[in-house]
């Protein structure tokens, strides 16, 4: 009687406890609390500044991107009049973000890895070069660097009707690069739509060269191969289809030239002061990647009768590349975030163009440094994640 | 930007404290327990308006209108503070209270005046927009720019007004935009761009910045309406009046003729309009209401001048830009210049 009466009246209680107790469920709770608190901290902070700024009689708000901009860029990548909207100027600047970023960053890799192996080098000059380079570049800032550039770029160029001469109709002069525009004509959609199918047809062959080599043993010039199909079929295509594509070419008019497309003094500048700049960090990341390679893993090469190249693109650079790739992606993303610096030189990047003529037109400042700050974020995760990848992909898979 | 990135996170920062703040009242008090006007001024340093001068004092008309407003505040027309702002900084740092009046070259604007929360006192100066070429290029007016590059400032008024001019004349033409003014000048020196566009008024001085001043010249069009004045926040009335009657006291005092050096005779004048001007006689005080003295008026123009003269000694024959008086004339003269009778 006792004995039921207990378990009757212990039942409820052992199941609250089971509940209390249970390590997932307190986990699931007490996290989902944090975020609720999170959701109206955040609701708040929203309520409370759209509250205040009304009271400042400061209208907030997200309409104003529909609004006439009115205002000109000096690179438009895309469709971009006095007519557009904020919203279009919006779209431009962070092209010319993405624009800078993404060739900064080829360059930089470019130079980066010949800068960071020169410093390797037995050849002492080479070696001594690539160090004072590093050396310099790293340790000033890189806005100095960038005005440098610039006024580096303005005072050796002349202007532009004493401009070089280049061959294909370019020249360079202080208003920048202007070269012909290619404009497509019937069936160029075709060559275009030939890169990828080149490109995986390549890949496939490479495949199965590896595949054949694993089984027999033999070895098949893969690179010649890939590089024949890669730029062969493009090129057949293009002559087959009898050459459709013309070119606008720009033409001296009054004070500038007209037509073509330009590559203007303030992108070359950004390219130059930011990868050069960049390139420095990177060089020292791949000095210490191939470093952290122990010389062991190259006699061992070198002993199963591999040649340095081949021990070089075989051994040593995959288990470098395990060390480089993680700093290498901070490096990426600290070049994007520094394109930013653009607008001390008069480049149209996001900053310049959103955070600075929107941003003062409107007056919407709160709006727009939230937005632009979320764009950043947005570029930086989605580079971080690409890098991820990659490097989930040569991370060393433990057998 | 990184400047402004951080003013913008402050003004978010001033506008997420807990509960709603009465708007800006009391910017009056505030500014006398401080014991000094905060005021924002050109941070590049525009000749005339608003720069410090070889032994680091400010000084210009700009400069004036903050030391008029401290005068009638304090008595002292050196209790002022400056805080150096570019064009993209100086609104945001009037709404987050980082400053108590701008007087900063900024141009009246509808937008302005009625989006951002802030409010114009009045125009100090009546002002327009111009370009200054290179005298190679052979150009001698504006309606040959057709094609051009034009370097600009940003978050200005003259990056607007320039595509404005281009488009209704049927011209094309390439903006280099720059964030600071210093940038702008050498890009433009650096050959950059064919044309420099601002205000009339600060071409000159910039002109004088170049290399070889001689090899610019400035083009007769005037292509817009700039009317530059102080501004401050909406929602704090008396301040509103002080800093926008400070304006008119110098006005009121170059009409009737009184001036930094007869102010104290003029106390005896026997003009009614005079007399309430400098709170002469019996129950004669329109300072009190709005929080002052009734000897506001005299402590402006015994510490700072009228109107003539601080125009005369900044941007005028006393200074090296020599500007006509022009619009910036009184009503009487011929000019826009024009203040409500003290009543
Ligand atoms: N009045 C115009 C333009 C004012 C302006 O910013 N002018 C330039 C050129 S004269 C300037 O003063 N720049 C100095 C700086 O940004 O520090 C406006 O209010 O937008």
């Known amino acids: ?399 | 930007m990184r400047s402004n990135t951080f003013k913008t996170l402050l003004l978010g920062a001033v506008f997420l404290g807990a509960g709603a703040v009465a708007a800006s009242a009391g910017t009056l008090d505030d500014v006398k327990a401080k014991g000094f006007v905060q005021c924002g001024v050109n941070g590049a340093g525009l000749a005339g308006f608003g720069a410090p001068d070889d032994a680091g004092n400010w000084k210009g008309l700009d400069v004036d209108a903050c030391r008029a407003v401290a005068a009638a505040v304090f008595g002292d027309p050196s209790k002022v503070k400056y805080t150096g702002l570019s064009a993209k900084e100086r609104f945001t740092a009037l709404q987050s209270k980082e400053i108590d009046m701008l007087a900063r070259n900024s141009t009246n604007t509808m937008s302005r005046d009625t989006q951002l929360g802030i409010t114009f006192t009045g125009v100090n100066y009546y002002d327009g927009q111009g370009f200054m070429v290179k005298k190679a290029l052979g150009v001698s007016s504006a309606k040959d720019l057709n094609g051009a590059s034009v370097c600009v400032q940003s978050g200005t008024t003259t990056e607007l007004n320039l595509a404005d001019y281009f488009k209704s004349n049927g011209m094309t033409f390439n903006a280099v935009v720059f964030e600071k003014q210093e940038e702008a000048d050498a890009a433009y020196d650096a050959g950059r761009c064919d044309a420099y566009t601002t205000d009339a008024s600060g071409l000159y001085s910039i002109r004088l910045k170049m290399t070889n001043p001689d090899d610019s010249i400035v083009l007769p069009e005037i292509i817009s309406k700039e009317p530059l004045g102080p501004a401050v926040r909406q929602g704090d009335d008396q301040w509103e009046s002080i800093v926008r009657w400070s304006h008119y006291a110098m006005l009121i005092a170059e009409e009737f003729g009184v001036t930094q050096a007869n102010v104290d005779e003029m106390k005896s004048s026997e003009n009614p309009e005079v007399q309430r001007l400098l709170g002469v006689g019996e129950g004669v005080d329109f300072g009190t209401p709005i929080g002052l003295t009734k000897d506001w008026a005299y402590n402006i123009i015994k510490g700072v001048g009228n109107y003539g003269e601080s125009f005369e000694r900044n941007v005028g024959e006393g200074s090296p830009l020599k500007i006509a008086r022009g619009l910036n004339a009184l009503w009487t003269k011929g000019g826009l210049q024009y203040a409500p009778p003290i009543r």
């Open chain 1, 1 to 399: 009687m006792t004995l039921r009466d207990k378990t009757a009246d212990e039942t409820p209680r052992s199941w609250v406890r089971a509940v209390l107790y249970d390590a997932t469920i307190r986990g699931w709770v007490f996290q989902g609390l944090v975020l609720l608190a999170l959701i109206l901290f955040a609701v708040w902070v929203v309520h409370n500044t759209a509250a205040n700024l009304r009271a400042a009689n400061i209208p907030f708000g997200f309409d104003f991107l529909n609004m006439r901009a009115g205002f000109d860029i000096s690179q438009k990548p895309i469709d971009y009049t006095l007519d557009s909207s904020h919203a279009q100027a919006f779209k431009v600047g962070l092209l010319n973000t993405i624009i800078v970023s993404v060739l900064g960053i080829i360059l930089a890799t470019i130079i980066g890895f010949v800068v960071g192996i020169s410093r390797l080098s037995r050849n002492w000059l080479l070696a001594r070069a690539a160090t004072v380079y590093i050396e310099t570049l790293r340790n000033v800032p890189l806005l100095l660097q960038l005005l440098f550039w610039y006024k580096a770029v303005l005072s050796v160029l002349p202007g532009p009707r004493q401009g070089y001469v280049l061959p294909f109709s370019a020249n360079l002069s202080n208003r920048g690069l202007t070269m012909p525009r290619p404009i497509p004509g019937e069936g160029f959609e075709i060559v275009m739509w030939s890169v990828p199918v080149a490109v995986a047809l390549a890949w496939a062959i490479a495949r199965w060269a590896k595949n054949r080599q694993a089984a027999t043993g033999q070895s098949f010039p893969v690179f010649r191969a890939s590089l024949g199909i890669v730029v062969g079929l493009p090129v057949v295509l293009f002559v087959v289809l009898g050459a459709p594509l013309s070119f606008e070419i720009p033409e001296l008019k009054g004070f500038n030239f007209a037509g073509g497309m330009v590559v203007h003094p303030e992108l070359i500048a950004m390219l130059l002061g930011i990868s050069l700049y960049t390139a420095t960090f990177i060089a020292e990341t791949v000095r210490a990647g191939i470093l952290a390679v122990s010389t062991g893993q190259s006699e061992a090469a070198f002993s199963l009768g591999l040649r340095p190249r081949q021990t070089m693109r075989l051994i040593v650079v995959p288990q470098a590349m395990r060390v480089i790739i993680p700093p290498l992606t901070s490096q990426y993303l600290n070049l994007t975030k520094n394109s930013s610096l653009a607008l001390a030189i008069g480049y149209p990047d996001l900053v310049a163009v959103f955070a600075g003529s929107t941003l003062n037109i409107t007056g919407h400042a709160i709006e727009v440094i939230a937005i632009t700050m979320a764009v950043y974020l947005a570029l930086s995760l989605i580079t971080a994640a690409l890098m991820n990848w990659f490097n989930a992909r040569v991370a060393l898979v433990e057998r």
